[in-house]
């Protein structure tokens, strides 16, 4: 099937920036697009942003436009989610998933464990 892994999560202040990268792995990983969304305590999973392993930008969250990139390294299996002028408020467990590239948790069949970024103020 499909497996993902998170790295690259971590503590960074305010108006800093990191880089997430999901490595995808099974033998039907490439049938699907890779979508990043996020958790925070007490909410809801949202949506962040998706592409296609063809490069098809399937879009962002109005929340993280201008500030966030998705990419892919289709040689290394990977995609990335650069983050740029963080704010306390992207404060979450972000995961990566494999699936349909819609912008609803229920479309993505496969997930990461997620790896967990904090915002500090």
């Known amino acids: 099937q499909v497996q993902l892994v998170e790295s690259g999560g971590g503590l960074v202040q305010a108006g800093g920036s990191l880089t997430l990268s999901c490595a995808a792995s099974g033998r039907t990983f490439s049938n699907y697009a890779i979508g990043w969304f996020r958790q925070a305590p007490g909410k809801e999973r949202e949506f962040v942003a998706a592409?296609?392993?063809?490069?098809?930008?399937?879009g962002y969250a109005d929340s993280v436009k201008g500030r966030f990139t998705i990419s892919r390294n289709n040689a290394k299996n990977t995609v990335y989610l650069q983050m740029n002028s963080l704010k306390a408020e992207d404060t979450a467990v972000y995961y990566c998933?494999?699936?349909?590239?819609?912008?609803?948790?229920?479309?993505?069949?496969?997930w990461g464990q997620g790896t967990q970024v904090t915002v500090s103020s």
């Open positions: 998933a494999a699936g349909a590239g819609s912008t609803f948790v229920r479309g993505y069949p496969y």
């Open positions: 592409t296609t392993w063809s490069g098809g930008n399937l």
